[in-house]
């Protein structure tokens, strides 16, 4: 049986000194990676010093290991968080540093390390500077969200009065909305605070794979869209009849502008409200940017239970899903960026991969590149692309007239090998190659046009 490691995310309540306890527990570690950014720029200005003046950076430690002075990885991090608890001390004496959990402080440096590297390694491999995350910034007491990562060490669950609470290191106890079983004990916790002020639990779990899979003939093509945000045919692999009815289509919900008037309310009252930066914002402010992130916070879970209902009923009724690879970037600079971005067409996708992964769907990802313009009757394809306004495929060869939408579906399946060869009024399967680009663990088909098609489409073209 399959497993994989995945998160369990949990409501928590947690009371006032409860809420100033991890408020504070977070103020220290951010006080931790604070000082690391000021290590690491440190180094760096020391390093173009000494390559400023020709000197040399490398030496031979003891075990003959060519090394950089200023490094500054995971163990020097580490090194650095032990002598900060031992040396921050206040007026007092009082080493306050050291009175927050060592778990937590551990962990924001491994947090630390990883972000350095990553962005170290993105430069070594001149990644474009648009798509680089950067190396980590200063954390600001005002605009950082508490964020608390326990390695299984310390934490644990506990039973007191007959529930299940989250005692944290430092014998802070929490209380947990356990709205589902946990499948396996956590290997590790993420305790973290919203822009709402809600307090959540994210558990690191083994997930047992449990095939549930659908009818064993039933397949189904998804082809994403703008009007209607997912079009969708269901086709019988056996014996290759199609259904072109609207039982599984997602029509757009238009979440986003619903809520577009609630949420302009709220954000010309945070402008008004709003104070020069060298001057701290007033409770008016805050109340106006809480009642914005409510508005956000309600589309976003609408679209999200949305997501999940509609791909759960359409797992449990197939066996085989073929699905439009759709990059949403290219929508980016169109007049249609608004309405697809309320779509949340991406994270629909992710939903119905994550839902067919969990129930042993076999779901592949299909190159879009000539759906439009090719037929799903014959194979033909359009001499030239089709406008967005024309939403009836037409095809010239064997005069077959539907829905663009539809159609596209239909060639989805086609091109994911999903029809059997020979059937009545479907073209037979082509090759599929792998592309380079890919979900991890989801094959992404591209389209490779046989000698046939090519002689059809060239032969139509003469015709005319």
Same mark, same amino acid.
């Given at each position: 049986?399959?497993?994989?490691?995945?998160?369990?995310?949990?409501?928590?309540?947690?009371?006032?000194?409860?809420?100033?306890?991890?408020?504070?527990?977070?103020?220290?570690?951010?006080?931790?990676?604070?000082?690391?950014?000021?290590?690491?720029?440190?180094?760096?200005?020391?390093?173009?010093?000494?390559?400023?003046?020709?000197?040399?950076?490398?030496?031979?430690?003891?075990?003959?290991?060519?090394?950089?002075?200023?490094?500054?990885?995971?163990?020097?991090?580490?090194? $650095?968080?032990?002598?900060?608890?031992?040396?921050?001390?206040?007026?007092?004496?009082?080493?306050? $540093?050291?009175?927050?959990?060592?778990?937590?402080?551990?962990?924001?440096?491994?947090?630390?390390?990883?972000?350095?590297?990553?962005?170290?390694?993105?430069?070594?491999?001149?990644?474009?500077?648009?798509?680089?995350?950067?190396?980590?910034?200063?954390?600001?007491?005002?605009?950082?969200?508490?964020?608390?990562?326990?390695?299984?060490?310390?934490?644990?669950?506990?039973?007191?009065?007959?529930?299940?609470?989250? !005692?944290?290191? @430092? @014998?802070? $106890?929490?209380? &947990?909305?356990?709205?589902?079983?946990?499948?396996?004990?956590?290997?590790?916790?993420?305790?973290?605070?919203?822009?709402?002020?809600?307090?959540?639990?994210?558990?690191?779990?083994?997930?047992?794979? &449990?095939?549930?899979? @659908?009818?064993?003939?039933?397949?189904?093509?998804?082809?994403?869209?703008?009007?209607?945000?997912?079009?969708?045919?269901?086709?019988?692999?056996?014996?290759? !009849?199609?259904?072109?009815?609207?039982?599984?289509?997602?029509?757009?919900?238009?979440?986003?502008?619903?809520?577009?008037?609630?949420?302009?309310?709220?954000?010309?009252?945070?402008?008004?409200?709003?104070?020069?930066?060298?001057?701290?914002?007033?409770?008016?402010?805050?109340?106006?940017?809480?009642?914005?992130?409510?508005?956000?916070?309600?589309?976003?879970?609408?679209?999200?239970?949305?997501?999940?209902?509609?791909?759960?009923?359409?797992?449990?009724?197939?066996? !085989?899903?073929?699905?439009?690879?759709?990059?949403?970037?290219?929508?980016?600079?169109?007049?249609?960026?608004?309405?697809?971005?309320?779509?949340?067409?991406?994270?629909?996708?992710?939903?119905?991969?994550?839902?067919?992964?969990?129930?042993?769907?076999?779901?592949?990802?299909?190159?879009?590149?000539?759906?439009?313009?090719?037929?799903?009757?014959?194979?033909?394809?359009?001499?030239?692309?089709?406008?967005?306004?024309?939403?009836?495929?037409?095809?010239?060869?064997?005069?077959?007239?539907?829905?663009?939408?539809?159609?596209?579906?239909?060639?989805?399946?086609?091109?994911?090998?999903?029809? %059997?060869?020979?059937?009545?009024?479907?073209?037979?399967? !082509?090759?599929?190659? %792998?592309?380079?680009?890919?979900? %991890?663990?989801?094959?992404?088909?591209?389209?490779?046009?046989?000698?046939?098609?090519?002689?059809?489409?060239?032969?139509?073209?003469?015709?005319?």
């Amino acid at each position: 049986m399959a497993r994989k490691t995945v998160r369990y995310t949990y409501r928590i309540r947690v009371s006032k000194r409860v809420d100033n306890a991890l408020v504070r527990e977070y103020g220290l570690c951010r006080a931790v990676w604070n000082h690391l950014v000021a290590e690491s720029r440190n180094r760096h200005q020391q390093r173009r010093a000494f390559e400023h003046a020709d000197l040399t950076t490398l030496y031979m430690d003891q075990k003959g290991i060519l090394r950089d002075y200023f490094e500054f990885g995971y163990n020097e991090a580490s090194r $650095l968080l032990t002598m900060l608890r031992h040396t921050l001390v206040d007026e007092s004496g009082r080493q306050w $540093l050291a009175e927050g959990s060592a778990v937590t402080q551990q962990q924001m440096v491994r947090n630390f390390a990883s972000a350095r590297r990553r962005a170290l390694m993105e430069q070594k491999n001149q990644i474009p500077t648009s798509r680089r995350h950067g190396l980590p910034k200063f954390k600001s007491q005002n605009t950082s969200l508490p964020s608390l990562n326990y390695s299984k060490d310390g934490f644990k669950l506990v039973e007191i009065d007959g529930r299940t609470r989250l !005692k944290l290191a @430092g @014998g802070t $106890l929490v209380s &947990v909305v356990w709205s589902r079983r946990l499948p396996s004990v956590p290997k590790s916790v993420r305790v973290y605070k919203d822009s709402l002020g809600h307090w959540y639990a994210s558990f690191v779990v083994i997930l047992e794979l &449990v095939p549930m899979p @659908g009818p064993p003939h039933a397949a189904i093509g998804i082809d994403w869209g703008v009007a209607t945000t997912a079009t969708t045919v269901h086709v019988d692999t056996v014996t290759g !009849k199609r259904d072109f009815s609207d039982s599984y289509d997602l029509s757009h919900p238009q979440f986003g502008k619903a809520a577009a008037a609630e949420l302009a309310a709220a954000q010309k009252r945070m402008a008004r409200r709003r104070r020069p930066k060298d001057q701290p914002r007033t409770k008016g402010y805050a109340r106006a940017q809480r009642e914005a992130a409510k508005v956000y916070k309600r589309v976003a879970n609408q679209r999200r239970d949305t997501g999940h209902k509609w791909a759960r009923r359409v797992v449990a009724a197939h066996s !085989k899903i073929a699905v439009e690879d759709f990059r949403p970037k290219f929508l980016a600079k169109t007049t249609m960026v608004k309405k697809s971005a309320d779509a949340g067409i991406a994270l629909l996708k992710n939903i119905l991969i994550w839902q067919a992964t969990i129930a042993g769907i076999d779901l592949r990802l299909v190159d879009p590149r000539y759906t439009t313009t090719d037929c799903a009757d014959c194979d033909a394809r359009t001499k030239h692309h089709l406008p967005l306004g024309q939403r009836t495929y037409t095809c010239e060869s064997c005069g077959v007239s539907r829905s663009r939408d539809k159609n596209s579906a239909a060639v989805m399946v086609a091109r994911a090998g999903f029809i %059997p060869a020979g059937a009545e009024d479907v073209r037979p399967q !082509k090759a599929a190659v %792998p592309s380079r680009q890919s979900e %991890p663990g989801i094959p992404r088909l591209v389209r490779e046009r046989t000698q046939e098609s090519c002689a059809l489409t060239s032969t139509h073209e003469m015709s005319r």
